[in-house]
C-alpha cells in the first residue's frame, strides 16, 4: 500500500484492511448524497484565464472527481488560430535526414500498431494565479512516433526531431537593434534520442473520440511527462536534421532563467544565471478541492511531474504538522496523480491548506518563496496555500 494511512491510525480508527483497501482505491469517489464541496474563499466564483485573442479553456479543479478529465472540459490553449484541417487532404509529412521522405494519411498510420495511455500535462505558465487551471490529465490514443520515425528510416546524420503544426502567426524577431515581423508556423523540437524514447506517441483520440480542432485535430504529438508546449497540436511535418531547432517557441520564449549563488541580483557578480529550456514537468502538488460530509473533510489533489515514482504527497493545516495524504490507487505512471487526506477536527472558521510532494529522487515541490530568483514565470510548481472556509 503506498503511503496509505498509517498503521497507528488505521488502530485508532478500527478500519478493517478490507476497509483501507477501498478507500486507497478510490480516494476520488463522485459526490455522494449529503456531501458538499467546502468554498475556496481565494477562488473568485468568475474566475477565467484572459484569452490570448484565442478560445482558452481552463479546467476548473473545483470540479475533480477522478483521473480522467471529460473531453470537454479538458483545458485548451495556443499561440496562433485553430487550423481546420481536412482528414481526407490531410498527409503527415516526413522530410530532411529520413532515408526515405514519406507522406501518410490518417488510413495509413491507423493500419499501424495502436496504443493507448493516461497523460496529463499542463501548460507551462500554469500557476497559483490561473488557479492550476491550465491542466488535464485524459486518455490518448495513437501510435508510437518511433515506428513512424523507423517507417522513414532515420538518416545517419540526424540528432534533431522537429514537429511543425499547421498555424502560422504573426512574430516579432529580435536581432539587436533590428526587429522584424515574420509569420511563422509554430513548431518545437526533440532531441532525436527522446523522440525514440518507447513513450512519444503521434495521438488522433482523447477519451475514446477524435480530437476536436481545438485540441489538435487530427493529430498531435504527444509527449508524456513534458509540459504541454512539447505537444504540437494540427501537426502537418516531422523534419529531422542534425543542428539545434531554435524556432520561436523554442529557442526564445520557452526558456527559464534562474539564479544560483551569489545574492541573486541582477548584476552580481557571483550569480550564476542558469537559462534552460522547458522540457520535463516539475514536480507540482496542489489542491483542488475540500469536501464536507457531516463532520468529516477530505482534501483533494493532483501531483503533476516528469513521470518519475512520488516517494510522499503531505497536507499542512494552518500552522500544524505536514501530514502524509494518501495517492489514488487508479493513479498511472504519467497520468497526473491525485491524492487524498483525510481532516479530522475541522473547526469553523477561514484556514490555510497548502500541499506538497517530494519524488523518489528526493527532489521536494519549492515554496514560492524558494522559487524567487527563477526570472521567468514559466514552470511554477511552487507550493499553492488554499484558503478555505469552514462554515
Ligand atoms: N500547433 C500548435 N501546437 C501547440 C500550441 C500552439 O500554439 N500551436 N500550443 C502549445 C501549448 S503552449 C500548450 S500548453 C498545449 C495545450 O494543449 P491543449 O490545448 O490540448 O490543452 O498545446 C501546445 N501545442
Ligand atoms: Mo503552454
Known sequence: MPDQISRRETLRRGLTVAGILAIAERAVPALAQGETDVPFTDYPANFTVGGNGFPRRTFDHRTLDGLIVPKDKFFVTQHYNQPEIDPNAYRLKLTGMVKKPLELSL???????????????????????????????????GVPLREVLNQAGVGPKAREVVFLGTDRGEQEVVFRQQTFKLNQQF????????????????????????LTVPQGAPLRLLMPGYYGVCNVKWLSEIHLQEDRYLGNFQGRWYRSVVGVGGTGED?????????????????????????????????LGFVLNDGTPIR?????????PWQKAALDRANTKYSWKLFSYAWEGAKPGEHTVVSRVTDEDGNVQPTAEELKRKKTFLEDNSQFPRRIRIA
Not at 495502436?114 to 505558465?125: A, D, K, L, R, W
Open 107 to 141: 488510413a495509413d498510420l491507423r493500419r499501424m500498431r495502436s496504443t493507448e495511455m493516461i497523460v496529463g500535462y499542463e501548460c507551462s505558465g500554469n500557476r497559483p494565479a490561473a488557479f492550476q487551471g491550465l491542466s488535464s490529465c485524459g486518455r490518448f490514443a
Open 187 to 210: 513548431g518545437r523540437s526533440v532531441t532525436l534520442e527522446n523522440a525514440m524514447k518507447p513513450d512519444p506517441m503521434i495521438v488522433w483520440a482523447l477519451n475514446g473520440d477524435p
Open 267 to 299: 548584476l552580481d557578480l557571483n550569480t550564476q544565471w542558469i537559462e534552460t529550456e522547458v522540457t520535463r514537468i516539475h514536480l507540482k502538488s496542489s489542491i483542488s478541492r475540500v469536501r464536507k460530509t457531516g463532520n468529516n473533510h477530505q482534501i
Open 312 to 320: 510522499s504527497v503531505e497536507v499542512k493545516i494552518d500552522d500544524g
